[in-house]
């Protein structure tokens, strides 16, 4: 039963919704739902094409829940008279967009016509045994890059490993992490903590990802980091952007797929993980759970969060760089109020002459590794960059207690 309250029938909660789109003069998209409805395509999309253009009329802020819900419907609608044509990419897609573009009120219709496909035989489309090798072959190839101190200090920002080290600590406890490290605000790498989930293993394995995933549409980055000019968001399918993944020579293409509900949205991908006891410190409440996945070269500017966070790395490496929030005002922050969590510096290419205060300034770093968690203090500023291929999951939580300040 999706959200709506009152032991409501799906007929009752999506007439009730036509009535309210009707109340704000969406005449037409109910006329097309309701064709939708007895079975026309057309009419289907053109339903979703109208709701669209209402998700899109202004700030995203402004648009009512009455047009995210009927763009919802209208998804809903394609994707039945998609499948009963025996599009089954189709059908995903349009699901997908309905999760995430859509209003509340039919998730768990969207989730529920989601897993009735999935338990559904695919296509049977293959690749066949040789380019199957290949890819696996460079997916591990992706996974293994800048292995040597080497190789990665050449392609980090300056002065990278060459100051005070982020401590690590195998497997404490949470008494140990809320006394030593929550409560003071510390930054620290657990290790041996995550070795039990079934993404250690199963995400390895790029079949395994394709078959769970592949079909599916997300929301990704296109650019180096979200402050470059040429910095886009696509919707692709999953197997789409893993391919996107050997393309690396381009940082204006790099492909990233960042700070996206995608456990919430493939529930599959989700039951390979779990969340850390840690997140409880404080009575904590866990406030979001997000994906991190991209490409070697992928770059997270210079940023800080007013959260708890725990970064769980499931495949490859990444270099992480942290200045403590005292030092906030020599990162340069940006003055416009969407990027006032963001340093103005660009890491990899300092300009010493406006802003001088950056060069002198401790900082910690670590690299990464596969089964190691990285615990980031709220206000702390923090640089991320993917040295491999690199899977990550992040937990945000909030907590009742109110911890000194760094």
Not at 109 to 119: R, T
Not at 151 to 168: G, H, M, N, Q, Y
Not at 169 to 176: K, N, W
Request: proline share 5%; glycine share 6%.
């Amino acid at each position: 039963m999706a959200c709506g309250g009152g032991g409501e029938s799906e007929a009752e909660r999506r007439a009730e919704l036509l009535r309210e789109i009707t109340e704000e003069g969406g005449f037409a998209f109910v006329a097309s739902a309701e064709k939708a409805a007895a079975g026309d395509l057309r009419a289907a999309e053109a339903a979703r094409e109208m709701a669209w253009e209402q998700l899109h009329s202004g700030p995203w802020s402004e648009v009512g829940s009455a047009w995210r819900d009927a763009y919802a419907l209208a998804c809903l609608h394609v994707a039945r008279l998609r499948r009963a044509a025996a599009d089954r990419r189709a059908a995903l897609r349009a699901l997908d967009m309905g999760l995430i573009m859509g209003g509340n009120l039919l998730r768990a219709d969207l989730e529920a016509a989601l897993a009735s496909i999935a338990a559904e035989p695919s296509d049977g489309e293959g690749d066949g045994a040789e380019a199957v090798d290949e890819e696996a072959n460079r997916w591990r190839e992706g996974l293994d890059r800048n292995r040597d101190i080497a190789d990665a200090l050449k392609i980090l920002p300056t002065k990278s490993l060459s100051c005070k080290e982020i401590a690590r600590r195998s497997c404490i406890s949470l008494e140990e992490f809320i006394c030593d490290h929550f409560l003071p605000e510390t930054p620290v790498i657990i290790s041996g903590c995550i070795d039990h989930w079934p993404a250690m293993t199963k995400w390895k394995d790029i079949q395994y990802l394709k078959k769970i995933a592949g079909d599916r549409t997300v929301p990704v980055e296109v650019g180096k980091s979200y402050v470059c000019s040429e910095w886009k968001q696509e919707l692709i399918t999953f197997s789409q952007f893993l391919e996107r993944m050997w393309s690396t020579a381009c940082p204006s293409n790099l492909t990233y797929l960042a700070q996206h509900p995608l456990f919430e949205q493939i529930k599959e991908l989700h039951e390979d993980i779990m969340v850390p006891d840690y997140c409880y410190a404080g009575g904590g409440e866990l406030q979001s759970l997000n994906a991190w996945f991209g490409p070697h070269g992928t770059v997270t500017p210079l940023h800080h969060d007013p959260h708890h966070n725990i970064l769980a790395q499931v495949l490859g490496r990444k270099y992480i760089r942290l200045y403590p929030g005292s030092v906030s005002e020599d990162l340069y922050p940006h003055t416009e109020t969407m990027l006032s969590n963001t340093s103005q510096v660009d890491l990899d290419n300092i300009d010493m002459d406006e802003f001088p205060k950056v060069e002198n300034l401790d900082f910690m770093d670590c690299i990464l590794e596969e089964g190691d968690m990285l615990y980031i203090p709220p206000k702390w500023w923090h640089y991320v960059r993917s040295l491999s291929i690199s899977f990550s999951v992040s937990f945000w939580w909030r907590t009742t207690v109110i911890s000194p300040s760094v």
